[in-house]
Structure formats: C-alpha cells, structure tokens
C-alpha cells in the first residue's frame, strides 16, 4: 500500500495524523527510538521497601538482560505504604550497594537513588544535603494529587527547580483506569523542565504510561531529555519497556531523545553536571 502511494514505510505506532504522512513525502521519515539501545533502568523498588528483589538478584538480572547501568530507586520515607526509607536505611543501602558491586564487576554500573517523594506543601521528603549524596534522584509525587491547579502546578515547579532532582517520575500521577493524573499546567511544567534541564519520565507501567506521548512530543520540542523507566519491583517487570518505548515512538522520540539509550560515559557525564 505504501509503495502504491509513492511513500516508505510509516511504523504503526506513528500514524496519529500528527504529521507523519508530510514528513513521509518530503522524504524525512521519523527516525524513531526502537528500544534495542536502552542501557541503563531505574528500578524503582526493591526488598528494602514494596518490591521483591535484593538489589544483587536485581542488578544481576539487569545485567542478564544487557543493561549497562541500574539505579536503584526506593521510595522516601513518608511514603509510610510502601515501606519507604528513611535516610538512615540508605545510609545502610549505600553500604550495601558497594559490597555488591565488587560482587558485579564491570558486568553493570548501580547507582545509589530513590524516588523522593513531593509532598503536599511542595517541599521534598529528604533535606538537599542528603539529596547531595546520591547518585540519582527521582522526584515524584503520589498523594493529594486534586490539589486545585496553581498550587498542585507550583509544587512540581518546585521540585523541577530543586538543584539536586535529575528526574521527575510519572509527572501527573495517573493509573489507568482508575485515577485521573494532577491537574497540571503541563505547560508550564514543561517550560519549568526546559529551564533546569531535568529529564522527565515515561513510566512504561501499563497502568501509567505517563507522561503520555502528546506531553513527550512537545517535550522533544522544547530539548528536554527523557528517561523510559520499567516501574519494576520484580525481573518480570523489565519487560515493561515495551510499552514504554512505544509511547517514546509515537512521540517520534529517537535515541538522542531518552537518556537509557547513552553510554554509561555520556549519561554519568550529565548526571555530573546536574550537581
């Protein structure tokens, strides 16, 4: 049908009407992400919180499966119903991560993070001397969430300005079906994002996928970096970048675009300059 129609081959995740068909004729076919490059994942509980793993069967699990890099991102700690760490835990899983890594070898790099919460009054749950001492640092917010929209919207402001968040996770707080996202001024958020340089998230959970591709298009525009991450709390999970990368494709995301397609150099090199 395509060669009928004198065009090449449009993938199935690209025909939205969002211009695919113009760039097709022009010869200019969107390059898109193919999730055969994603080197790096951020699994984002283990055993030390609500997942089910320790971070060694974790980490040797990535590696198995050809990641390069995993961060490992628990929850904070007034996350109370997920088991979330205080900073003393992480003190200790810092310890730990270290002891685990000589165990790895060069196999795969662990990062020490967490996925610190945003809480209600738009403060983080860590004060930033502790945010400085990790590697990576996953700002999300899971709690009132129906806040009205200039406040819920300054509170993720607020986060995408803290210094020390490389990564805003799951930015409206969605699970599908079940609960709508925060309304925010995506906008405005965006531009916030486009500022700092913080990545923002593509949650590939089936029951987030969020941002949603139309957000991470217009994220594309603006120059802000994406990170595709599993939401994994078991190995199963991995596979979960499926429906990540499908997002990033109906984006037209290629790998310049996500972050877990660079190489451990480049993506360590950034995480270096955001301190």
């Known amino acids: 049908m395509y060669e009928t129609l004198g065009l090449p081959w449009i993938p199935p995740e690209l025909r939205e009407d969002h211009g695919e068909v113009a760039a097709a004729k022009a010869g200019k076919p969107a390059e898109v992400d193919s999730g055969e490059r994603h080197q790096s994942r951020s699994a984002n509980a283990l055993n030390w919180s609500d997942g089910k793993l320790s971070m060694l069967e974790m980490a040797q699990a990535a590696a198995k499966r050809g990641m390069k890099v995993i961060a490992f991102t628990d929850h904070s700690a007034s996350l109370g119903v997920t088991g979330g760490l205080k900073m003393e835990d992480h003190k200790k899983q810092a310890a730990e991560i270290k002891k685990i890594q000589k165990q790895l070898g060069d196999s795969i790099l662990v990062l020490h993070a967490s996925e610190v919460e945003i809480k209600a009054d738009g403060t983080l749950d860590y004060p930033d001397e502790f945010l400085a001492t990790?590697?990576?640092?996953?700002?999300?917010?899971?709690?009132?969430?129906?806040?009205?929209?200039d406040k819920v919207t300054q509170r993720m402001i607020n986060a995408i300005r803290n210094p020390h968040v490389d990564i805003i996770g799951h930015p409206t707080g969605r699970l599908i079906p079940d609960r709508e996202g925060a309304d925010l001024d995506m906008e405005a958020v965006l531009n916030a994002a486009?500022?700092?340089?913080?990545?923002?998230?593509?949650n590939a959970h089936p029951s987030r996928?969020?941002?949603?591709?139309?957000?991470?298009?217009?994220?594309?525009?603006?120059?802000?970096?994406?990170?595709?991450?599993?939401?994994?709390?078991?190995?199963?999970?991995?596979?979960?970048?499926?429906?990540?990368?499908?997002?990033?494709?109906?984006?037209?995301?290629?790998?310049?675009?996500?972050?877990?397609?660079?190489?451990?150099?480049?993506?360590?090199?950034?995480?270096?300059?955001?301190?």
Do not use: C
């Open 134 to 149: 990790l590697d990576l640092v996953l700002a999300s917010m899971h709690t009132s969430l129906r806040q009205p929209r």
């Open 194 to 202: 486009a500022e700092t340089g913080v990545a923002l998230e593509i």
């Open 209 to 275: 996928l969020d941002l949603d591709d139309m957000y991470a298009r217009r994220a594309k525009e603006l120059g802000i970096p994406i990170s595709i991450n599993t939401d994994s709390h078991s190995e199963e999970d991995f596979d979960n970048l499926f429906y990540g990368v499908a997002t990033a494709r109906r984006a037209w995301l290629t790998k310049e675009d996500v972050i877990n397609t660079w190489s451990t150099k480049k993506l360590l090199s950034w995480l270096a300059k955001r301190k």
